[in-house]
Antibody
Framework: QVQLVQSGAEVKKPGASVKVSCKAS????????ISWVRQAPGQGLEWMGW????????HYAQKLQGRVTMTTDTSTSTVSMELTSLRSDDTAVYYC????????????WGQGTLVTVSS | DIQMTQSPSSLSASVGDRVTITCRAS??????LGWYQEKPGKAPKRLIY???SLQSGVPSRFSGSGSGTEFTLTISSLQPEDFATYYC?????????FGQGTKVEIK
């Protein structure tokens, strides 16, 4: 069965970086890109960016350009999202979700990773 | 960027009520839209894809309609487990954009 399993919760200080991973199983990894979505406490869902697991091409949300980097490792079927220069308003639950280049995306989601930014 | 305007932001309803949520896109997105249900502490769950196709395993009381710029999610008879927050998402282009969400509460 399709599964996206994310790494565990993180607590970081302002200015630090965090890297969250998303390991895929149960399907052919390069056939689905991965999007990252986050949800701050009491807020809505925010799309952060997308990566092709086939060739590593990316699309990032404008507001995160320069702070976010998404990478893919086909040998381990894992996508990672790194966010730098963390601020308190980056405190959120971060999700990965399947997002193919064509077709109907966000059918499977990871379980979510809580990232807390606090001094 | 395509803006998704979702309404209402919240509603109160009773078990058995018919509930309708609307999303309007700032430009045409064909049928590149999905609807998602979110409950506290859980990942969002896809209910509808391609604007009107029911996700496998989702009860038939959920339905979606629309194309272009106007989309609707309808719950024909609200059940206790349906009290949640609902989001639309357009995937016609990047950046993907969500509606602001609709919180469905118990009356």
């Amino acid at each position: 069965q399709v599964q996206l399993v994310q790494s565990g919760a993180e607590v970081k200080k302002p200015g630090a970086s965090v890297k969250v991973s998303c390991k895929a199983s149960g399907y052919t990894f390069p056939t689905y890109g991965i999007s990252w979505v986050r949800q701050a406490p009491g807020q809505g869902l925010e799309w952060m960016g997308w990566i092709s697991t086939y060739n590593g091409n990316t699309h990032y949300a404008q507001k995160l350009q320069g702070r976010v980097t998404m990478t893919t490792d086909t040998s381990t079927s894992t996508v990672s999202m790194e966010l730098t220069s963390l601020r308190s308003d980056d405190t959120a639950v971060y999700y990965c979700a399947r997002d193919p280049l064509s077709g109907w995306p966000f059918d499977y989601w990871g379980q979510g990773t809580l990232v807390t930014v606090s001094s | 960027d395509i803006q998704m305007t979702q309404s209402p932001s919240s509603l109160s309803a009773s078990v058995g009520d018919r509930v309708t949520i609307t999303c309007r896109a700032s430009q045409g997105i064909r049928n590149d839209l999905g609807w998602y249900q979110e409950k506290p502490g859980k990942a969002p769950k896809r209910l509808i894809y391609a604007a009107s196709s029911l996700q496998s395993g989702v009860p038939s009381r959920f339905s979606g309609s629309g194309s272009g710029t106007e989309f609707t999610l309808t719950i024909s008879s609200l059940q206790p487990e349906d009290f949640a927050t609902y989001y639309c998402l357009q995937h016609n282009s990047y950046p993907r954009t969500f509606g602001q969400g609709t919180k469905v509460e118990i009356k």
